[in-house]
């Protein structure tokens, strides 16, 4: 939406529908600011006559579904109150209106020990099966969330399967690429332990853009949740940094990980590799070969 006017419009379109809510006038805007660092939306800052400070994303052409999974993730990191969620005050097709979050300067001290102890508790909020009540996104990608009883099967099925499934069809699936990924999948319970595992409510997308350290305290956005393997969050932590010494220490006090998960990280690292493959391209497929020829040889 590179119009402003159609932004500006869109963003209007969102507060009418904030106003028919049951949170009461949000107001109308004053200024309407874009910023940096949306990713794959725009972003911008929205201030309103009634002293509100707001959020907007916006993406014409999102999916359908798209910002309404936003909502529903949102809404259920809520629920264990652990951590800072923003609140949502509307979603369309095409964006999304929520609640501004005040950064504060403290990224690196006190607030990443907050957020370790807040993900364990996060982690401790669990469900009877693996999965989620609706499908949601990986970016923008889908992402199958049908219940599942098995770790193992969820994984194998809605996670990393889809993916394979998508790297053949943009041809980004060498010959041996395939050879290893069908050997991977048919082996995977050998490393993984069902009678271990347990479903964690998580993030499902923790990389270090997706944590904001706000002067309420620690804060995470943009979620792809479902129940799963804890592990999983942690991997993608892992993987692409951005998350200070304290935050690992104080999770591993609060809910200590189990034996083996070193072994277990690239495995769950995998499944982010891939979706990075099927968006940007090959310079993320040496990354996937590695992992495969680890767990599939």
Excluded: C
Excluded at 169 to 186: F, I, K, N, S, Y
């Amino acid at each position: 939406m590179s119009d402003r006017k159609g932004a500006e419009a869109a963003i209007r379109a969102l507060l009418i529908e904030a106003k028919a809510g049951d949170l009461g006038d949000v107001g109308d805007p004053v200024r309407i600011s874009p910023l940096s660092g949306g990713s794959i939306n725009q972003v911008y800052r929205v201030e309103t006559t009634a002293g509100n400070t707001l959020l907007a994303k916006l993406r014409p052409d999102a999916p359908p579904g798209f910002f309404s999974a936003e909502r529903i993730g949102l809404e259920t990191l809520r629920q264990p109150d652990a951590l800072v969620i923003p609140h949502v005050f509307a979603a369309s097709k095409e964006g999304i209106l929520m609640k501004w979050l005040e950064p504060s300067p403290e990224r690196e001290a006190a607030v990443a020990e907050t957020l370790g102890r807040a993900l364990a508790a996060i982690h401790r909020h669990t469900a009877p099966a693996y999965g989620f009540e609706s499908d949601n996104f990986i970016g923008l990608l889908p992402q199958s969330n049908d219940v599942t009883p098995s770790w193992t099967a969820f994984y194998r099925d809605r996670r990393l399967a889809p993916q394979f499934r998508l790297a053949r069809q943009l041809g980004r699936m060498t010959p041996e690429r395939d050879r290893m990924a069908a050997h991977l999948l048919d082996r995977l319970s050998r490393w993984i332990d069902e009678s271990e595992v347990a479903p964690s409510l998580i993030h499902g997308d923790l990389w270090s853009g997706n944590w904001i350290a706000s002067v309420k305290g620690p804060a995470l956005i943009d979620p792809a949740v479902y129940y799963g393997d804890r592990e999983v969050d942690l991997a993608m932590a892992r993987l692409f940094g951005g998350f200070p010494d304290r935050f690992w220490s104080a999770y591993a006090e609060a809910w200590p990980l189990r034996p083996g998960w070193e072994e277990r990280l690239a495995l769950y690292q995998l499944y982010y590799l891939l979706v990075h493959l099927n968006l940007f391209g090959e310079s993320y497929g040496p990354s996937v070969d590695r992992i495969l020829r680890r767990y599939a040889s």
